[in-house]
């Protein structure tokens, strides 16, 4: 009687979670961005986050938690009940903090869990035209012959633009300095007008003063040629074989959320990301969508994040913690 009834309660759950799964979502969703309202990641959620609602039929609600180099948002992610109910918008530098950070109040490989790979945003290698050169190569030998006096320029010290320079220092076995600003739009400037040599910032912001000769664009930083520059080579192409850098930006859910919730949000939000009308409107933006599992995605993050160890350590790079 006892196993009968043992049986009974056991189907009887499993059916419960079944229908809870298949009535996922039966209120609003928070999306959070752990940034200021109008850069990359949150204009990207924002698209997503107006067409999930529809697809959803509940109001998805981006909530921007800037701080902390984006720790105050995806630790508020990270501690959400783990119910589909809240996600996070998440891209590199998250990965990156784990290397930056002697401590932090959450673990970025096992207090999430992955939805979705959901696009990226490569750089470009601009110099000013004081600089002789018109190829990755032709930069290397300079930088060889100037050892320690070209400086290129960050958003910030660990941020991807910043390790940008710091693995193409490596890789290219070259000795050049860095120079942290406050952000791109205090970096260009200098950049434009000399005082700095070299940088990685997105084709978007580059081209307008490539276009009138403040600039010269050498390279892209992903492993393909990207549809935004196709005249420019791949630093990869150049002479530096794996060399790929940029900002990517991904969905996570926390640790234990249901499978057949982040089943259903990464088939929702892989439709959204893989609309020929949201692919040519990010686009424009630099940022090329390419949707994937749940399981590529964590190879992904994963591998990115030992990656990263690696330049971080060799680079002596830290953050205050």
Same mark, same amino acid.
């Given at each position: 009687?006892? =196993?009968?009834?043992?049986?009974?309660?056991?189907?009887?759950?499993?059916?419960?979670?079944?229908?809870?799964?298949?009535?996922?979502?039966? =209120?609003?969703?928070?999306?959070?961005?752990?940034?200021?309202?109008?850069?990359? /990641?949150?204009?990207?959620? =924002?698209?997503?986050?107006?067409?999930?609602?529809?697809?959803?039929?509940?109001?998805?609600?981006?909530?921007?938690?800037?701080?902390?180099?984006?720790?105050?948002?995806?630790?508020?992610?990270?501690?959400?009940?783990?119910?589909?109910?809240?996600?996070?918008?998440?891209?590199?530098?998250?990965?990156?903090?784990?290397?930056?950070?002697?401590?932090?109040?959450?673990?970025?490989?096992?207090?999430?869990?992955?939805?979705?790979?959901?696009?990226?945003?490569?750089?470009?290698?601009?110099?000013?035209?004081?600089?002789?050169?018109?190829?990755?190569?032709?930069?290397?030998?300079?930088?060889?012959?100037?050892?320690?006096?070209?400086?290129?320029?960050?958003?910030?010290?660990?941020?991807?633009?910043?390790? /940008?320079?710091?693995?193409?220092?490596?890789?290219?076995?070259?000795?050049?300095?860095?120079?942290?600003?406050?952000?791109?739009?205090?970096?260009?400037?200098?950049?434009?007008?000399?005082?700095?040599?070299?940088?990685?910032?997105?084709?978007?912001? /580059?081209?307008?003063?490539?276009?009138?000769?403040?600039?010269?664009?050498?390279?892209?930083?992903?492993?393909?040629?990207?549809?935004?520059?196709?005249?420019?080579?791949?630093?990869?192409?150049?002479?530096?074989?794996?060399?790929?850098?940029?900002?990517?930006?991904?969905?996570?859910?926390?640790?234990?959320?249901?499978?057949?919730?982040?089943?259903?949000?990464?088939?929702?939000?892989? =439709?959204?990301?893989?609309?020929?009308?949201?692919? /040519?409107?990010?686009?424009?933006?630099?940022?090329?969508?390419?949707?994937?599992?749940?399981?590529?995605?964590?190879?992904?993050?994963?591998?990115?994040?030992?990656?990263?160890?690696?330049?971080?350590?060799?680079?002596?790079?830290?953050?205050?913690?």
């Amino acid at each position: 009687m006892k =196993r009968v009834v043992s049986v009974f309660v056991g189907a009887a759950l499993a059916f419960s979670a079944c229908a809870a799964g298949a009535a996922y979502p039966e =209120r609003p969703i928070r999306f959070i961005v752990p940034t200021t309202p109008g850069g990359g /990641a949150d204009t990207l959620a =924002r698209q997503i986050a107006t067409r999930l609602s529809e697809r959803f039929n509940q109001q998805v609600v981006v909530d921007n938690r800037p701080g902390a180099n984006g720790i105050t948002g995806v630790d508020a992610a990270a501690k959400a009940n783990p119910d589909g109910y809240t996600i996070l918008m998440t891209f590199t530098d998250h990965f990156v903090n784990p290397s930056l950070y002697k401590r932090l109040p959450f673990d970025m490989s096992n207090d999430f869990a992955p939805v979705i790979f959901v696009g990226s945003l490569p750089f470009v290698l601009a110099i000013n035209p004081s600089v002789q050169a018109s190829s990755v190569q032709e930069l290397i030998n300079v930088a060889r012959a100037k050892p320690g006096q070209l400086n290129f320029g960050s958003a910030g010290t660990g941020g991807s633009v910043h390790l /940008a320079g710091e693995l193409f220092k490596a890789m290219a076995k070259i000795d050049i300095t860095h120079v942290p600003y406050k952000g791109t739009g205090a970096a260009i400037p200098d950049l434009v007008g000399g005082r700095i040599q070299l940088m990685f910032p997105s084709a978007i912001t /580059a081209k307008p003063f490539a276009d009138n000769g403040r600039l010269k664009l050498l390279a892209v930083t992903s492993l393909k040629r990207s549809p935004d520059v196709p005249h420019l080579p791949t630093v990869a192409e150049s002479g530096i074989p794996g060399f790929d850098v940029g900002i990517w930006y991904g969905v996570l859910v926390a640790a234990r959320t249901p499978a057949d919730v982040v089943k259903r949000l990464n088939a929702e939000i892989g =439709r959204i990301v893989g609309a020929d009308e949201l692919k /040519a409107m990010m686009m424009k933006q630099g940022v090329t969508l390419a949707p994937g599992t749940p399981e590529q995605f964590r190879a992904f993050y994963t591998a990115e994040m030992k990656k990263w160890a690696k330049v971080v350590k060799d680079a002596n790079i830290s953050a205050v913690n």
